[in-house]
């Protein structure tokens, strides 16, 4: 049973280009989220979505950032015209369906660097 | 409200040592409460995580300790191992809606030798 699988693991991108982020859940977990991780710093709620559906994006900047779920594939992250405050840690996690679910089991994330 | 406070920053503990890692919150609405262990240039991993219908629990060296008046619940590392040298995250998450996790700022754990 994989698990939470990211990729690209390491995204360099220069000012002004965009970054996709892929994501794919655990097997059998329907609820993906994103979370932003700037060096020495905690782990920042961004988005929660289900497929086809977004949730919560309170944590998600209103401009240039986007979160897609669809019912085929991965779970992807689009940042456009990307800055150099983009460069961070992003982690996706995933949990099982319903509230009673325990806590999320993370991807090993993609550490974007932007020049 | 959504915020969960994380102390120390960082620690250091020699082995064989006992690691304590404190977290507060002031959501009532919190029922969830993990931690996690992040090795450098790993995603963080569940390592335990407590309900307040409980005050204690334990899986090996483990042990997450919850007060529930206090709106406190700290991590203990018995027997410290350099091995278990990492960055340590609180997290907590509300009983109903939304199931994202809040997480502590996190710390920073060194196990001496």
């Known amino acids: 049973n994989a698990g939470v699988m990211q990729n690209p693991r390491h995204l360099v991108r220069r000012r002004g280009q965009e970054a996709r982020l892929r994501c794919s859940p655990m097997?059998?977990?329907?609820?993906v989220y994103w979370y932003r991780q700037l060096p020495e710093e905690g782990l920042k709620f961004m988005v929660y979505?289900?497929?086809?559906?977004?949730?919560?994006e309170s944590g998600m900047p209103k401009e240039r950032f986007s979160a897609e779920f669809p019912k085929e594939g991965p779970s992807i992250l689009r940042i456009q015209q990307v800055v150099r405050g983009d460069s961070a840690a992003y982690f996706c996690?995933?949990?099982?369906?319903?509230?009673?679910?325990?806590?999320?089991?993370f991807g090993s994330g993609t550490r974007l660097t932007v020049v | 409200q959504q915020q969960v406070k994380q102390s120390p920053q960082s620690l250091i503990v020699q082995k064989g040592g006992i690691s304590i890692i404190n977290c507060a919150y002031e959501?009532?609405?919190?029922?969830?409460f993990p931690w996690y262990q992040q090795f450098p240039g790993k995603g963080p991993a569940l390592l335990i995580a407590?309900?307040?219908?409980?005050s204690e629990k334990k899986e090996g060296r483990f042990t997450i300790s919850f007060n529930k008046s206090a709106k406190q619940f700290s991590l203990h590392i018995m027997d410290s191992q350099p091995g278990d040298s990492a960055t340590y995250f609180c997290?907590?998450?509300?009983?109903?809606?939304?199931?994202?996790?809040?997480f502590g700022q996190g710390t920073r754990l060194t196990i001496n030798p």
């Open positions: 996690a995933s949990s099982p369906e319903g509230p009673q679910g325990g806590g999320y089991t």
């Open positions: 097997k059998g977990h329907s609820h």
């Open positions: 979505l289900q497929k086809e559906n977004i949730i919560d």
């Open positions: 959501n009532t609405a919190f029922d969830y």
């Open positions: 407590i309900r307040p219908d409980v």
């Open positions: 997290a907590a998450r509300r009983r109903a809606g939304a199931q994202k996790l809040v």
